[in-house]
């Protein structure tokens, strides 16, 4: 008895020593080599041409795909059927992945990340912690940063989102208009002024508006998906 639970113990040592030791591989442990351009890990599964970058801490996971010159640099990674392309820059601790697509010369930097079904492109920054997912779009010269969040079918074109805000739902923020602080814009319509604070009045903010709202809590968040859990590749599943 005593030698079966010897036995035992150490099967059950073993394994929990592997599920670590996979862990703290690149993209936790999954076949792949190392990217001729650049040294970092490429999955078997995941498509990366040779004329992208992939720096040495750096990893692309599952079945992403990086095309023509994009670069991953840092202890960014790339995962589930994320698609990058153009000259887009991915760096720091930055992630990408569920079926987000970043293209153009958009740059994804610090903590943050693009997932769900969510497209970045032209020359848009994503940084800091914010978050852009659901089906939202990011394009022009977008800036979206500190603990933003741009998500549902939500459009920010040409315009900034910073601090806590949120624009989400069906809202379009265009043309150099600035949401910030505790903001959350939904639905409406702006042009250049602002007259109620009331989020399902607002859509469409336009001609260099700035909004510095009040937290609004009468927006109907239940519709739309809640920020990722998704930790399959933390700091850890990058380490060498």
């Not at 848009?124 to 603990?147: C, K, Q």
């Not at 949120?166 to 809202?171: D, E, F, L, R, S």
């Not at 602080?181 to 009045?201: F, L, M, P, Q, Y």
Request: proline share 3%.
């Amino acid at each position: 008895m005593k030698t079966s639970f010897k036995i035992f113990l150490g099967l059950l040592l073993l394994s929990s020593s592997w599920r670590v030791f996979a862990h703290d591989r690149p993209c936790n442990g999954a076949p792949g080599s190392a990217h001729p351009n650049g040294g970092g890990f490429v999955a078997d599964s995941a498509s990366v041409e040779k004329t992208v970058y992939v720096g040495p801490l750096a990893s692309v996971c599952d079945r992403a795909t990086i095309s023509d010159k994009a670069s991953i640099y840092g202890q960014a990674i790339v995962f589930g059927d994320a698609n990058i392309s153009d000259q887009v820059r991915v760096l720091g601790n930055a992630r990408v992945f569920g079926k987000a697509t970043v293209s153009g010369k958009a740059t994804v930097f610090g903590e943050a990340k693009i997932f769900g079904k969510a497209t970045v492109t032209d020359r848009s920054w994503v940084v800091d912690e914010a978050l852009v997912y659901g089906s939202a779009t990011v394009d022009g010269r977008s800036f979206i940063s500190m603990n933003a969040r741009v998500f549902g079918r939500a459009t920010v074109s040409d315009a900034k989102v910073s601090n806590t805000a949120q624009v989400y739902g069906t809202a379009r923020i265009l043309e150099g208009a600035q949401i910030r602080g505790r903001a959350r814009v939904c639905r409406g319509e702006w042009s250049n002024e602002i007259t109620n604070d009331r989020c399902e009045h607002r859509t469409f903010f336009s001609s260099n508006v700035i909004f510095d709202g009040p937290r609004d809590n009468s927006a109907p968040f239940s519709e739309f998906p809640s920020p990722s859990n998704d930790n399959r590749y933390s700091a850890r599943g990058i380490a060498r």
